[in-house]
């Protein structure tokens, strides 16, 4: 049986950025778009087309639809290569890295590609366009190792009853859902104090 809630393979991404972030896209369904993630829906159409096609004596496929039982997964990856007996998921990614959370994406998708082929997934690759670099990514079992707890983590805030704290730092400044996650006013019990009294009941006064 497959474990419970399912985690989406963006959602350890996500996650990984900002665990308020994710929960609030993942499990209360809050979007809003900014220059960034349209950016990246334009940098993603020619991956979101799932035209596939060979090129340097490789299958590319796009848009390839993931799932694993065995960890709760579901997802798709950008693209797959495929050269002989070997499997390489590939991450397009419009910005620059931000710590390890593609990495980590990008093992998710190794983990369901093994499951769902019976393949050995060694490793993987970035494409980050803001540098036109092709980052290659080892899936070793440290990154194994670190990609199973973050699921693990990401499928326990998914089922607290709490939201992640806001963490109120530069990452909130270029996040599309600072107008719904609020971090200049929740970050701290003393903000919400002082919101609560100059904004909420001050109004009936």
């Known amino acids: 049986m497959s474990p419970e809630p399912v985690v989406p393979i963006s959602a350890i991404e996500h996650h990984a950025y900002c665990p ?3 929960a609030l896209i993942h499990v209360d369904g809050v979007w809003a778009d900014n220059a960034h993630t349209v950016r990246g829906t334009r940098g993603h159409r020619r991956v979101d087309s799932g035209k596939g096609r060979s090129e340097r004596g490789r299958t590319v496929l796009r848009a ?3 799932w694993s039982e065995a960890y709760g997964l579901t997802g798709r990856a950008d693209a797959v290569e495929i050269a002989g007996d070997e499997i390489v998921p590939v991450e397009y990614k419009i910005g620059t890295r ?3 959370a593609a990495r980590l994406q990008l093992c998710a998708q190794a983990l369901c590609l093994e499951e769902m082929t019976g393949v050995p997934v060694r ?3 970035i494409w980050y366009s803001a540098h036109r670099r092709r980052d290659r990514v080892v899936i ?3 990154l194994r190792a670190s990609t199973l707890a973050a699921i693990e983590a990401v499928r326990a805030a998914f089922t607290s009853p709490r939201l992640p704290p806001a963490v109120d730092d530069r990452r909130c400044t270029e996040c599309q859902l600072a107008g719904h996650c609020l971090p200049d006013v929740v970050a701290s019990d003393h903000r919400v104090e002082r919101y609560l009294a100059n904004e909420v009941l001050a109004c009936g006064s």
């Open 20 to 22: 308020r972030q994710a």
């Open 64 to 66: 390839v639809p993931l």
């Open 98 to 100: 931000h710590g390890d």
């Open 123 to 125: 490793a993987g690759a």
């Open 140 to 142: 070793d079992e440290r």
